[in-house]
């Protein structure tokens, strides 16, 4: 969240923050940019698009994986290591698909957790395609956590504005004359 429309480059809502006044504005998403705040822009299209995607691009990853597969049936490996393949993408893609769910609801607590964890749904980017895929039929992967945080910032302000109305020099000014009036 930025306070400064000028600062961080983006526009500022149309509705939520009165438009060119500075406050803090709306965190972009990967393929939304700042869509998602008023549903505007295509975003129900973008939405689609971003679910026929990842379901495309998981599709053909799973293609690849068979290709590689059948590439170990054709090398005569042994049935322990093709089974021991299959069971490595499948636990990985499990745990990249609820490492990648989660992330669109909290952000890490432990950030280098999930830096040592990118290996591991690198090699399960299909349980993360998945999530991606399941998360665009609900919303903007990522928006819940974000309008949250946007409008937990955006109330902030809007108290912080709200105390400071007024000339705090007349204000001291008004207070003198009051009392020297008793």
Same mark, same amino acid.
């Given at each position: 969240? $930025?306070?400064?429309s000028?600062?961080?480059?983006?526009?500022?809502?149309?509705t939520?923050?009165?438009?060119?006044?500075?406050?803090?504005?709306? #965190?972009?998403?990967?393929?939304?940019?700042?869509?998602?705040?008023?549903h505007?822009?295509?975003?129900?299209?973008?939405?689609?698009?971003? !679910?026929?995607? $990842?379901?495309?691009?998981?599709?053909? $990853? =799973?293609?690849?994986?068979?290709?590689? +597969?059948?590439?170990?049936?054709?090398?005569?490996?042994?049935?322990?290591?093709?089974?021991?393949?299959?069971?490595?993408?499948?636990? =990985?893609?499990?745990? !990249?698909?609820?490492?990648?769910?989660?992330?669109?609801?909290?952000?890490? !607590?432990?950030?280098?957790? #999930?830096?040592?964890?990118?290996?591991?749904?690198?090699?399960?980017?299909?349980?993360?395609?998945?999530?991606?895929?399941?998360?665009?039929?609900? #919303?903007?992967?990522?928006?819940?956590?974000?309008?949250?945080? +946007?409008?937990?910032?955006? !109330?902030? +302000?809007?108290?912080?504005?709200?105390?400071?109305?007024?000339?705090?020099?007349?204000?001291?000014?008004?207070?003198?004359?009051?009392?020297?009036?008793?």
């Amino acid at each position: 969240m $930025s306070e400064n429309s000028e600062a961080s480059g983006t526009p500022s809502g149309s509705t939520t923050s009165g438009g060119s006044t500075p406050g803090p504005q709306p #965190e972009p998403l990967r393929f939304f940019g700042t869509t998602w705040v008023d549903h505007d822009g295509g975003y129900g299209l973008r939405r689609a698009g971003a !679910a026929v995607g $990842s379901l495309a691009a998981a599709v053909a $990853s =799973c293609f690849v994986l068979r290709f590689a +597969y059948q590439g170990l049936e054709i090398a005569e490996v042994g049935s322990l290591v093709g089974m021991l393949v299959v069971l490595m993408f499948a636990v =990985c893609s499990a745990i !990249a698909f609820r490492r990648t769910w989660d992330g669109f609801g909290r952000r890490p !607590a432990d950030p280098s957790r #999930e830096d040592s964890l990118r290996g591991l749904k690198s090699i399960g980017f299909i349980g993360s395609l998945l999530a991606y895929f399941f998360r665009s039929l609900l #919303e903007a992967p990522g928006e819940k956590l974000r309008r949250t945080e +946007y409008e937990t910032a955006l !109330a902030q +302000y809007v108290k912080r504005r709200s105390t400071r109305t007024g000339n705090p020099a007349a204000r001291r000014s008004a207070k003198g004359k009051r009392t020297g009036r008793k």
